[in-house]
């Protein structure tokens, strides 16, 4: 997973919106900050996840597992 600092800088600066309830801290909806960090996250795990249930069935059945490599998980 690439969350580099700069990545999270970005997200950062991109956490702006103004919503009801916010929880600040230093000057950021912190809230919003996770929920961006997650949503930048979750496709990267979701092709990890993909890729290891990919090799997990090729020890099984390699047919099937091609046929599963084929399809890429949905965000």
């Known amino acids: 997973m690439d969350l580099s600092e700069e990545t999270v800088k970005q997200i950062f600066f991109y956490c702006d919106e103004k919503r009801p309830n916010p929880l600040y801290a230093d000057e950021v909806d912190i809230l919003q900050f996770a929920e961006k960090i997650a949503l930048f996250v ?19 059945n390699q047919e099937v597992a091609n046929s599963l490599n084929n399809q890429k998980p949905k965000f």
């Open 42 to 60: 979750a496709p990267q795990i979701a092709m990890k996840e993909h890729q290891r249930c990919v090799q997990i069935v090729g020890n099984m």
